[in-house]
């Protein structure tokens, strides 16, 4: 039998809530623990529950999304957090990865994304919605990074929402050595990790 991850999902819509426990609901290999209105509550659940993931809306009342991503990282360091928001402009993306956001999913996505960013985090990785533009992330004037042509296929396949073992296998290296790319490419960034690494990628349109 397969292990559950397990989910807190914080957002202040009840529709909103009532559509990821359904969404959720209907995946075998995720467990919705609860879904909270707020930052604050999102805070106390954490002291009920151990989840490995936080899906955090942007936009809550009290306590914002970003505040909220920061004080998960510092109260509860192992799970990860995925922004999921209606906007998907850079400075939300930078600000919830310095955050300590892990993946990004926009609501308007295929639902689908959603659970693929779910399970990415909980592996590790990094997940940024596939839709985001790197039009709309570009900063003009940054100077691009020179990563090699591995580095900017391994960070594609990232942003893609591949595991670093499927990325391994997709393009026939080990997933040591993936390791090894990604953290260079991590460092020629000055990135703070992978997440980070692809979002810098994705704005100074080195991946799509």
Same mark, same amino acid.
């Given at each position: ?19 990821? =426990?359904?969404?959720?609901? $209907?995946?075998? &290999? ?6 909270? @209105?707020?930052? %604050?509550?999102?805070? &106390? *659940? ?17 306590? &914002? !999304?970003?505040?909220?991503? +920061?004080?998960?990282?510092? =109260?509860?360091? *192992?799970? $990860? ?6 906007? #998907? ?10 955050? !300590?956001?892990? #993946?990004?999913?926009?609501? !308007? ?15 590790? &990785?990094?997940?940024?919605? @596939? ?7 570009? /900063? +003009?004037?940054?100077? %691009?990074? @020179? ?13 893609? !929402? ?13 997933? %040591? /050595?993936?390791?090894?790319? /990604? +953290? ?5 960034? %000055?990135?703070? $990790? ?10 100074? *349109?080195?991946?799509?």
């Amino acid at each position: 039998m397969v292990a559950s991850i397990t989910c807190l999902a914080v957002d202040d819509h009840p529709a909103v809530r009532q559509g990821l =426990e359904l969404l959720l609901g $209907g995946a075998d &290999d995720i467990e919705l623990l609860e879904s909270v @209105p707020s930052g %604050e509550e999102a805070i &106390d *659940a954490l002291g009920r529950h151990s989840p490995q993931v936080v899906i955090v809306d942007v936009r809550l009342p009290g306590i &914002d !999304g970003i505040s909220t991503v +920061k004080r998960i990282a510092q =109260e509860a360091p *192992a799970a $990860g957090t995925v922004v999921f928001s209606a906007y #998907g402009d850079k400075r939300l993306l930078s600000d919830a990865i310095a955050a !300590g956001a892990r #993946g990004y999913v926009l609501k !308007g996505s295929p639902p689908e994304d959603l659970i693929r960013a779910i399970r990415t985090v909980s592996d590790g &990785d990094a997940f940024v919605d @596939p839709s985001l533009s790197p039009t709309l992330l570009m /900063t +003009k004037g940054v100077e %691009e990074a @020179p990563l090699s042509e591995r580095e900017r296929e391994i960070l594609q396949l990232l942003a893609a !929402g591949l595991h670093t073992e499927q990325v391994a296998s997709r393009i026939g290296l080990s997933a %040591e /050595t993936v390791k090894s790319d /990604t +953290k260079r490419a991590i460092t020629k960034l %000055e990135a703070d $990790g992978r997440v980070h690494a692809v979002a810098i990628a994705l704005r100074q *349109a080195l991946i799509e």
